[in-house]
């Protein structure tokens, strides 16, 4: 009988799903903030966003800076966060150590975390760099072990 890698029996997808959820939720807030920060500055990017009774005070726009970073900083979520879960549904099909993938899922989870709060305090450079080159390593970490264990 084949092996059933996606259960929730198997620990490593167990594991997986917990991280990969929590991630892509983490990136589905930042687009509610993106929302908050549109309706805090006035700053949406359609006109038929913008109330009809306002429309002749507020324009349409997109270079609103603060609405413009929570932007950027969800779609380095997307750039991100979805590799990972595509790796990452491949990389339990080769079966990998359990405490190994455990850690490339936090560690994936946890720099991604960082990153967004790095992003919108905003704290200094190299921190957001070094979060996103973190999580970007164990994506390829995990893509590298397929390919290996695959040839």
Same mark, same amino acid.
């Not at 929730?8 to 594991?15: E, G, I």
């Not at 993106?34 to 997109?62: C, G, H």
């Not at 979520?77 to 993938?101: K, S």
């Given at each position: 009988?084949?092996?059933?890698?996606?259960?929730?029996?198997?620990?490593?997808?167990?594991?997986?799903?917990?991280?990969?959820?929590?991630?892509?939720?983490?990136?589905?807030?930042?687009?509610?903030?993106?929302?908050?920060?549109?309706?805090?500055?006035?700053?949406? @990017?359609?006109?038929?966003?913008?109330?009809?009774?306002?429309?002749?005070?507020?324009? @349409?726009?997109?270079?609103?800076?603060?609405?413009?970073?929570?932007?950027?900083?969800?779609?380095?979520? &997307?750039?991100?966060?979805?590799?990972?879960?595509?790796?990452?549904? /491949?990389? &339990?099909? /080769?079966?990998?150590?359990?405490?190994?993938?455990?850690?490339?899922?936090?560690?994936?989870?946890?720099?991604?975390?960082?990153?967004?709060?790095?992003?919108?305090?905003? &704290?200094?450079?190299?921190?957001?760099?070094?979060?996103?080159?973190?999580?970007?390593?164990?994506?390829?970490?995990? @893509?590298?072990?397929?390919?290996?264990?695959?040839?």
């Amino acid at each position: 009988m084949p092996t059933l890698y996606y259960t929730l029996d198997n620990t490593v997808f167990r594991n997986f799903l917990f991280y990969a959820v929590a991630s892509t939720l983490k990136m589905m807030i930042v687009s509610l903030l993106t929302i908050r920060q549109r309706f805090r500055k006035n700053a949406f @990017a359609n006109p038929e966003d913008i109330e009809p009774e306002k429309r002749k005070t507020i324009q @349409a726009t997109t270079s609103d800076s603060d609405v413009e970073r929570v932007r950027r900083n969800h779609l380095n979520d &997307i750039e991100n966060i979805i590799p990972f879960v595509l790796i990452g549904f /491949c990389y &339990i099909a /080769c079966n990998p150590n359990a405490t190994l993938a455990l850690w490339h899922f936090r560690i994936f989870f946890f720099s991604r975390l960082f990153h967004t709060f790095a992003y919108q305090i905003p &704290i200094r450079q190299p921190s957001r760099a070094l979060a996103f080159l973190v999580g970007f390593v164990v994506t390829v970490s995990m @893509a590298a072990q397929i390919l290996f264990q695959v040839y």
